[in-house]
């Protein structure tokens, strides 16, 4: 019988804590013990053993640390021989403790040690290749099922998951690290781990390591509450604290059993222990819990979640707004920013919608001539790099769906299919493979329907067809299709009868672009807002709008205060409390010139100022007689030390504010788009830091040019082949640890010879003049200011 | 909730001899808000006996290094406590969401979260040295890999004692540099007899914000 079966019956009970039992027995700390599965297999055979002599169903295989980042010689340890080994132990130990159950060997799978892109510098498809090689090798030893144990970081989990998915049939449990507040190192919350991990079908989650039953006990009650796959849990013996050098953990047998007993009884399905856990203390949960009488059968949850790598966000109780304004159609400066692939534009956008108020941000990048396959998966990443909130995958080209539904960190909202047969072929077996909430559009192959009578019709046929693919009717969320009003004047009704019955009579989430409401009429935000408020009463759960549209968002808050969605009016109050004394502020910035502006860092007084100055100068004059003075005149100061970086940096701002007022001036008069000159930048490979190389963007592009940002651990090639590409005729490179200025050395080396027309400057906390005369570079920047005065020379000879 | 001094703030952000003016502190004061309610600090400790071998490598428990100026630094130690402490992801992912909108926040943040984990591991630290202290045994500055001649080739052995990655999620990059970045490790010797500036010059001392350092 498989262990999935087995679980249908009865209770699971795993093994405890490995790491230090091998410590006791001679190994040394910081040493990993995978290798005994070799080198000294009786001693791993014999602690398995007495697993097994105190109940253990599940033997988890000696492997945490086994994987070709720790193991890169091959032959004798390769991974693939300790993995080999770990199983024919673990097989041993049962041969030689024999019981009439069934139990079954674990693969054991653990962090690779490394962090997953963004924040660290392990590649997802990396991470991935680890996984799999580990899942093969166990899945050719004999494994019954793979554990992924241990993890604190959602994007690491996936790669897994999916490497245990495409590279065997195993049944794959994961267990996760929380800290006493429910969260992963990166910031996921339970919910969303859970919503992840049952969108990609493992079969059994929980938790394990970090905590002990204690502080679990809160933590499985949301788990709990939650997961509709059978829950996990391998705690610690307690809190850890050193003494006498030694790790040792804060309960005891008695307060453990205690513990796991309760929890067993909530619903837990597989029990047992980590850190500090030894056979002793399963020994006393196996006798005390085996017998228990547990409901068997989990009742399946009905929330509505979406996730990001830090957060979960519910559809369904309580209004969710979506960003809209990451959607080229319509919006001319996105349009530009994609094709000129100008990223740091469109994170702008995520950044403000959040700030705004939304909940999940839309992202969809098609435009004629772009490779959506690519650029989706790639707006998509940098989003997830400065923005926590879950995003919607927007397109309709299958593959970039696969793509982006693939890379994507959590459970994403997919828009969209509709009734077509053809998109629910193409869409519902990505979402069954990679999880997801799917909008769904209700019109089919003859069109839009014009009652909602027949939208809903379509809507029931799209959920039998999601069903058959083993897609939840939770993870659906209707679209009833808000058309404009300027086309026919009973387009609204139908929309929001849609909803209506939506919620009523399908007992389903509902979704509109608010928006298209108003198409064809003017001022647009009168009718967007009231749509948005009586669809809102109507049951719609999400809206995609602009969160940045004032009347938008005061549909939202006065309708949440209303419909009793915001206890005591909390929200709405924080929200508008300030409204009326906040007009008074902007008047007292009328007077101050933009000189004054920018060497005090006022960013509006700065606009309004170059915005009055162009009523009466040339847009050049006030650059050359204003602006750039103002500026040098700051720089000046922080160079002599009276004035530092975070001034440097305002008035850095404030100069961007007067210089975006002045382009979009010269643009409309339709003159030139005038850069002072390109440069790239980047931090070089390796290095991860790039806060210095950030701040000497700000001031390079504040001062007027047209700087390429390559971003951090940037290979030497790269920098080559940006430098070539822009004929740029200056490169910033920057480096903070000692380690990574050989690779400095070598761009520089690299940029001499294949682009000799181009200066290279280097900046970073190491460097020094010296240093950087020994690696041949033209020019030493000792803080940002000196790079702008660099960049002057060369480009104003 | 770790108490951090705002003239370390000013120090990291470049400030030499006034203090920033109140715009600056306002931003300050937020930045500092917003990273206490998101920081998860964590610290591991463990201490280890410290020889030296006739060929004048240094012997810290498992881990064996060969740095002149950890040697000054450890001189007359009969121990050493290897110490790793974060404030996890949250910095890092801070940091990262201003860069993308306002670098002024993006520099304060990272001078912030800077500051916040020295503090912390000061903090830490303190409790260290009183226990000690109770047993005989005085405190040395820390020294982390980095400082002086002390190569960061030694970080993946101190990461794998103290098992940073499994308890704290820190890990490192290829070029061996910490994961969340706001993260330390350092050595701390442990001597019978008092430490004293005059013991070892402040090129060996790791106290780098030290208010009587010789730059």
């Known amino acids: 019988m498989s262990i999935l079966e087995t679980m249908k019956e009865r209770l699971l009970f795993t093994d405890g804590g490995m790491g230090s039992l091998l410590q006791s027995r001679g190994l040394e700390p910081g040493k990993i013990g995978d290798t005994w599965n070799i080198d000294r297999p009786e001693d791993v055979i014999e602690i398995q053993s007495e697993y097994l002599s105190a109940g253990s169903d599940i033997l988890t295989s000696n492997t945490f640390n086994t994987n070709v980042l720790k193991f890169p010689d091959e032959g004798m340890n390769s991974v693939e021989s300790v993995i080999a080994a770990a199983i024919r132990n673990a097989r041993e130990a049962m041969r030689r403790v024999p019981s009439e159950r069934e139990r079954f060997v674990a693969l054991d799978i653990g962090p690779t040690g490394k962090l997953l892109q963004p924040l660290g510098d392990l590649s997802f498809d990396d991470a991935y290749d680890i996984f799999a090689r580990n899942v093969r090798a166990g899945a050719r030893a004999g494994a019954d099922l793979v554990l992924i144990e241990t993890m604190n970081d959602t994007y690491e989990i996936k790669a897994a998951v999916l490497a245990a998915k495409e590279n065997s049939d195993l049944p794959v449990f994961v267990t996760v690290t929380f800290d006493e507040n429910g969260q992963l190192l990166t910031g996921c919350d339970i919910k969303g781990v859970i919503a992840m991990l049952e969108g990609l079908h493992a079969d059994a989650i929980g938790m394990n390591c970090g905590l002990g039953p204690v502080q679990m006990q809160p933590l499985l009650d949301t788990f709990l509450a939650y997961s509709s796959l059978p829950v996990i849990m391998n705690p610690n013996a307690g809190l850890p604290r050193t003494e006498n050098g030694v790790t040792v953990y804060d309960i005891d047998i008695d307060t453990y059993t205690r513990e796991m007993e309760q929890m067993v009884r909530k619903g837990v399905r597989v029990a047992g222990g980590c850190c500090g856990t030894t056979p002793a203390y399963i020994a006393s949960l196996t006798d005390r819990c085996r017998s228990l009488s547990t409901p068997m059968a989990i009742r399946p949850k009905d929330d509505t979640l979406v996730s990001s790598y830090a957060k979960s966000v519910e559809i369904g109780k309580d209004p969710v707004i979506i960003g809209e304004r990451i959607n080229p159609t319509g919006k001319k400066k996105l349009k530009a920013a994609l094709k000129e692939n100008d990223l740091g534009y469109i994170l702008n956008e995520a950044v403000r919608q959040q700030q705004a108020g939304a909940h999940i941000l839309d992202i969809n990048v098609g435009l004629p001539g772009i490779d959506e396959v690519h650029m989706l998966k790639s707006v998509m990443q940098e989003v997830q790099s400065v923005s926590d909130l879950p995003l919607q995958l927007d397109t309709s080209d299958p593959e970039a769906m696969e793509q982006a539904l693939r890379y994507y960190n959590g459970k994403p909202l997919i828009n969209s299919v509709s009734g077509k047969t053809e998109t629910m072929e193409k869409i519902f077996p990505l979402v069954r493979k990679y999880g997801g909430v799917v909008v769904c559009l209700c019109l089919d192959d003859a069109g839009i329907p014009q009652s909602a009578e027949e939208r809903i019709s379509i809507a029931r046929k799209v959920r039998a067809e999601a069903l058959s693919y083993g897609i939840d009717a939770k993870d659906l969320i209707i679209d009833g299709l808000a058309m404009t009003i300027s086309a026919n004047s009973q387009s609204a009704l139908t929309t929001l009868e849609t909803v209506r019955r939506t919620t009523e009579e399908l007992g389903m989430h509902s979704i509109l672009g608010v928006s298209n409401i108003s198409f064809g009429l003017p001022a647009r935000e009168n009718i967007n807002s009231h749509f948005f408020t009586m669809a809102l009463q109507n049951g719609l759960s999400a809206a995609i709008i602009n969160p940045s549209s004032e009347s938008m968002m005061t549909a939202y808050y006065a309708f949440r205060a209303l419909a009793g969605l915001d206890e005591n009016s909390m929200d709405y109050i924080r929200q508008y409390a300030d409204a009326a004394s906040a007009s008074k502020l902007k008047i007292t910035s009328s007077e101050i010139t933009l000189s004054e502006a920018i060497r005090n860092g006022l960013k509006e007084a700065a606009a309004d100022a170059a915005q009055r100055a162009l009523t009466r100068l040339e847009p050049l004059t006030i650059i050359d007689n204003d602006l750039i003075p103002a500026l040098n005149a700051v720089g000046d100061a922080f160079e002599k030390k009276t004035l530092f970086l975070p001034q440097l940096l305002m008035s850095a701002d404030a100069a961007k504010a007067a210089f975006d007022v002045i382009r979009t001036f010269v643009k409309s008069q339709g003159g030139p788009q005038e850069s002072k000159g390109t440069i790239v930048i980047a931090t070089v490979k390796d290095d991860i830091h790039d806060i210095g190389k950030n701040i000497v963007r700000t001031l390079l592009e504040n001062y007027g040019y047209n700087v390429i940002d390559l971003g951090r651990d940037v290979p030497p090639e790269t920098i080559l082949d940006a430098v070539l590409a822009h004929q740029a005729r200056l490169c910033g490179l920057s480096a903070l640890m000692t380690t990574t200025v050989p690779h400095m050395e070598e761009t520089i080396r690299l940029l001499h010879e294949k682009a000799p027309y181009c200066k290279v400057m280097v900046g970073g906390a190491v460097l020094t003049q010296d240093y950087a005369d020994e690696i041949h570079a033209d020019f030493y920047g000792k803080d940002a200011m000196a790079s702008v005065r660099y960049a002057e020379s060369i480009f104003n000879k | ?215």
């Open chain 2, 1 to 215: 909730m770790i108490e951090v001094s705002n003239r370390e703030i000013a120090r990291y952000l470049g400030y030499r001899g006034i203090s920033p003016d109140p715009r600056v502190q306002q931003v300050i004061d937020q930045v500092l808000q917003e990273l206490e309610r998101s920081v998860r600090p964590g610290c591991l400790h463990r201490m280890e006996p410290c020889t030296l071998d006739a060929s004048g490598l240094l012997h810290l428990g498992p881990i064996t290094v060969s740095s002149l100026d950890l040697k000054k630094n450890l001189d007359g130690c009969t121990h050493v406590i290897l110490i790793g402490a974060t404030l996890g992801a949250a910095p890092d992912q801070l940091i990262r969401r201003y860069e993308a909108t306002d670098m002024l926040k993006a520099s304060i943040a990272q001078a912030v979260a800077a500051a916040m984990i020295e503090a912390y591991l000061d903090s830490e630290q303190e409790k260290l040295e009183r226990m000690y202290l109770a047993q005989g045994l005085h405190m040395r500055p820390r020294f982390s890999p980095g400082y002086g001649d002390l190569s960061l080739d030694v970080q993946p052995e101190i990461l794998a004692v103290l098992q940073m990655s499994k308890h704290l999620g820190v890990t490192l990059t290829d070029g061996l540099l910490m994961i969340p970045s706001k993260s330390i490790t350092a050595f701390i010797g442990l001597a019978e007899r008092p430490y004293h500036c005059e013991t070892i010059s402040c090129q060996f001392c790791g106290k780098e914000n030290c208010l009587y350092r010789k730059e």
